[in-house]
């Protein structure tokens, strides 16, 4: 089927791949950081994962991102990481797994073990895949990442990559783990700063723990005084005072504090689009099947992001050619607004 579904398939693969560097590059990796800053926190795990599919597309970001790691792999939240990924199918298991072993040599990062320990129930390509299908590999290639399935030239890193700087508003969520640790107050706090109020519930979703864990920490810090909460009817919702926190607004020209985006649903939802493009047979495909399937990959995102204002209701009626069409048109209002362009 010939629609505009085939010009925006080459617009997602360099969009995406233009979106992967800015947000690296802004979290320190070697490269051409963007001169207009994004006014939302990174999240970092969410973006790991995602990278895990869709950064394999160019080899040098890949192993950029590895080269990053290696020296910021303990920012990484890998509770945070593992139930992102159980939750919202993003990500490439294998490929975290082969990460994690990547940064495991030399007795580096223990903690990451866990990552290829919980993978190791999956089942392990007997035929090795290429990691980078644009690249062919001469010879037998990195005998690491062959354990997990995956054929790639041997992993060489330059050592250029910095860790998170705290003046901008992409690292703000480093700031804040950096000054309460590696755990749910850090999320907590970011997000409180991003909205007026919030319930549990609603916090557990968006940062991605468990509502339990976040009803505590929420109670734990409202009897600091710093937090506080109100009953609207039935709900008790928690909120910041956001003045008292203006001291973390170091960047300049900072006037509000960072956006908290829905990162693990946006980041699953194009990462099934990517793969669902990037499949040879899906051109082939009427237009009533391609429908389905576009209507199939887009499903588990759209309550979520429906809700927050970044996906909205599609005409109702449309079928087949019709339908993809507003899909792609959706698709494309989604990238602009997400500077994903």
């Known amino acids: 089927m010939e629609t505009s579904l085939t010009n925006f ?37 969410a973006l790991l994962l995602f990278s895990t599919v869709v950064a394999r597309q160019d080899a040098r970001l890949f192993d950029e991102i590895l080269d990053w ?38 007795k580096s990062h223990p903690k990451w073990r866990t990552i290829a320990t919980r993978t190791t129930v999956l089942p392990i390509a007997t035929d090795p895949r290429p990691l980078f299908s644009h690249l062919p590999v001469l010879g037998r290639g ?60 609603e916090i557990a979703r968006d940062t991605g723990y468990f509502r339990g864990s976040i009803q505590s920490v929420l109670n734990e810090m409202a009897a600091s005084g710093h937090v506080f909460s109100l009953r609207v009817g039935r709900e008790k919702r928690f909120g910041i005072r956001h003045d008292e926190w203006r001291f973390l607004l170091t960047w300049s020209d900072a006037k509000a504090f960072p956006r908290w985006l829905p990162w693990d649903c946006v980041l699953a939802l194009l990462q099934r689009v990517h793969l669902m493009l990037e499949n040879p047979r899906f051109e082939g495909m009427s237009s009533a099947v391609q429908d389905i399937e576009l209507n199939r990959v ?44």
């Open 9 to 45: 398939k080459a617009q997602l693969r360099e969009a995406l791949s233009s979106f992967l560097w800015r947000q690296w590059s802004a979290l320190g990796v070697s490269g051409h950081a963007s001169s207009t800053p994004d006014p939302w926190s990174i999240d970092p795990e």
């Open 69 to 106: 790691l290696q020296l910021n792999a303990e920012s990484i939240n890998l509770q945070r990481l593992s139930r992102m990924q159980k939750d919202h199918g993003l990500g490439e298991p294998t490929v975290l797994a082969a990460i994690a072993a990547q940064l495991t040599k030399n």
């Open 142 to 201: 990195d005998e690491t990442w062959l354990a997990w399935g995956w054929q790639r030239p041997p992993v060489e890193l330059r050592g250029l990559s910095q860790p998170p700087q705290p003046d901008r508003p992409a690292t703000f969520l480093f700031k804040l783990r950096n000054l309460f640790g590696l755990q749910t107050r850090a999320e907590v706090i970011a997000w409180l700063l991003a909205h007026e109020t919030g319930h549990p519930a």
């Open 298 to 341: 887009l499903a588990p995102a759209l309550g979520p992001l429906t809700k927050t204002g970044y996906w909205p209701s599609p005409p109702s009626g449309l079928v087949g050619e019709k339908s993809v069409l507003a899909h792609v048109h959706q698709l494309r209002g989604l990238l602009a607004h997400l500077r994903i362009e």
